[in-house]
């Protein structure tokens, strides 16, 4: 497996729970584990994320719900309709429903369909095609 030069590592409340949202619903597969330490390496067409249930190594401050505040991650996928749709089955609320965007980039327009949720510790995740 190659690593991308930017993984992000969120902290979590419950990795179990975590591990459901991210593989069974959302369909992240697990790259590499380490059950001791609760800690998961998860993907999807190329997008990394670690996941790791909250240990007090790495805080820098007093997390609250909803965490990553700030911040957005955009996951890039070949088929949002089919993420989309598995998140609609599996009852989660959205934060931002499925729309076109059209985002400028220098002189060239990117459009792209996305939608946003949240998972459940309250990282923004976006999915775009």
């Not at 690593?3 to 179990?16: C, G, K, Q, R």
């Not at 790495?58 to 911040?71: Q, S």
């Not at 949720?117 to 923004?124: F, N, R, S, T, V």
């Amino acid at each position: 497996m190659k690593f991308n030069s930017l993984i992000p590592e969120l902290s979590v409340t419950d990795i179990e729970k975590t591990r459901h949202f991210y593989c069974d619903v959302l369909g992240f597969k697990i790259e590499y584990e380490r059950p001791e330490k609760k800690f998961i390496f998860v993907s999807y067409e190329g997008n990394q994320i670690m996941l790791e249930q909250i240990n007090g190594y790495w805080n820098t401050g007093k997390l609250e719900y909803p965490f990553g505040r700030g911040i957005n991650f955009e996951i890039g996928v070949s088929d949002v309709e089919a993420v989309y749709n598995r998140v609609k089955a599996a009852d989660i609320k959205l934060f931002a429903d499925m729309e076109t965007s059209c985002y400028r980039e220098g002189n060239n327009e990117i459009i792209q369909k996305e939608f946003l949720i949240q998972d459940p510790d309250g990282y923004l995740l976006r999915f775009a095609q």
